[in-house]
C-alpha cells in the first residue's frame, strides 16, 4: 500500500503547461507501477500515462501522445506528468494511481489511488 498525494493542478490557457506532482508515502515506492488518470464530470475516468517501476518503461494514450510526459525519481518517492500544448478537452480531475507487480493502463490495474487535483484548461 502506499499513499499518493498530488499537486500542480490549476487553470491554464490553451495551448499552455503543466506539470503535476504525486509525493508518495511507500517505502517500496520502486516496486510500484505508477500512472496517471483523469475524470471529466460525466465521463469515465480514463488513462493518461503509465511508467513502470525501476526500468522506466512509458505508456500514454494517442489522445496525449507526443504532448505529455510521465516521469518518476524513485529517490523522491515522486512521480510527475509534465502536460504540454493543453486542450479544454484536457480539462478534468487528475489522479495518480499506483499498482504493484503491474504498469497501470487501466482503472482495474490500480491498487491505489490519489485524491486528485483539477485541472481547467481554457480557450
Known amino acids: 500500500q502506499v499513499q499518493l498525494v498530488e499537486s500542480g493542478g490549476g487553470l491554464v490557457q490553451a495551448g499552455g503547461s503543466l506539470r503535476l506532482s504525486c509525493a508518495t508515502s511507500?517505502?517500496?515506492?520502486?516496486?510500484?507501477?505508477m500512472g496517471w488518470f483523469r475524470q471529466a464530470p460525466g465521463k469515465e475516468r480514463e488513462f493518461v500515462a503509465a511508467?513502470?517501476?525501476?526500468?522506466?518503461?512509458?505508456y500514454y494514450p494517442d489522445s496525449v501522445k507526443g504532448r505529455f510526459t510521465i516521469s518518476r525519481d524513485n529517490a523522491k518517492n515522486t512521480v510527475y506528468l509534465q502536460m504540454n500544448s493543453l486542450k479544454p478537452e484536457d480539462t478534468g480531475v487528475y489522479y495518480c494511481?499506483?499498482?504493484?507487480?503491474?504498469?497501470?493502463?487501466?482503472?482495474?490495474?490500480?491498487?491505489?489511488w490519489g485524491r486528485g487535483t483539477q485541472v481547467t484548461v481554457f480557450s
Open positions: 494511481a499506483a499498482a504493484l507487480g503491474v504498469v497501470p493502463t487501466m482503472t482495474a490495474h490500480v491498487s491505489d
Open positions: 511508467i513502470s517501476g525501476i526500468r522506466g518503461d512509458t
Open positions: 511507500g517505502r517500496t515506492f520502486g516496486s510500484y507501477g
